[in-house]
């Protein structure tokens, strides 16, 4: 799908640039401008609506913490279930981890053992595309407990640093480019 200039142009208005958080050189894009915006909040989510209507899937699965904003968002709006993919010890019953390497650092993430059904397609959700480590652990988990993954969908993709590279074989969709 095409994102008119207006829209992403709102959007990107309300995305607001920390610079050196949360480490020296690291340009954070923080969405908390956006979510307050009730208009721009329901555009985001309609935008991916339409961005994910080729998809077929039965779970979004969302990443800790601002893929649950989005994430729970569009399963809500599209009448499918959300999972949580959180960090590493913060779910209550038996896990699948992944380690995997961010933008700034590294960590893990765990997913309930079940979670998911065998063979269950899964949409996985999260605010931003940086160098798609934590994506890329998203769908390994995934495809551990034994689902596909039917697509990806961010708000914001930072093209520079090429996250889509390490997804290839993905169906991967952002609304913005930074
Ligand atoms: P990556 O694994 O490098 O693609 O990083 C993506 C994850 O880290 C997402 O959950 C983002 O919320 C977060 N993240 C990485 N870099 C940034 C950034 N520059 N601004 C905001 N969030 C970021």
């Known amino acids: 799908m095409s994102i008119s200039r207006n829209n992403a142009d709102e959007l990107l208005s309300r995305i607001r640039d920390i610079k050196d ?49 989005f994430g729970s968002a569009l399963a809500y709006r599209l009448g499918k279930g959300f999972i949580p993919a959180r960090k590493k010890g913060k779910l209550p019953y038996s896990v699948i981890s ?8 590294s960590a893990a993430l765990d997913i309930h053992t079940d979670a998911l059904e065998k063979g269950s397609a899964i949409l996985i959700v999260d605010d931003l595309l940086a160098t798609g480590g934590t994506a890329l652990a998203a769908a390994r988990l995934v495809e551990k407990a034994g689902g596909v993954v039917a697509g990806m969908a961010f708000v914001v993709e930072l093209k520079a640093l090429d996250g889509r590279s390490k997804l290839h074989g993905y169906n991967v969709i952002s609304l913005l480019s930074c």
């Open 21 to 69: 958080y949360p480490k020296q050189g690291i340009i954070f894009k923080d969405v908390t401008p956006l979510l307050k915006d009730g208009g721009a909040f329901k555009k985001s989510v309609e935008m991916l609506v339409k961005s994910v209507s080729g998809m077929h899937f039965d779970y979004v699965i969302g990443i800790e913490a601002r893929g649950f904003i």
């Open 98 to 105: 992944e380690e995997y390497s961010l933008e700034y650092g």
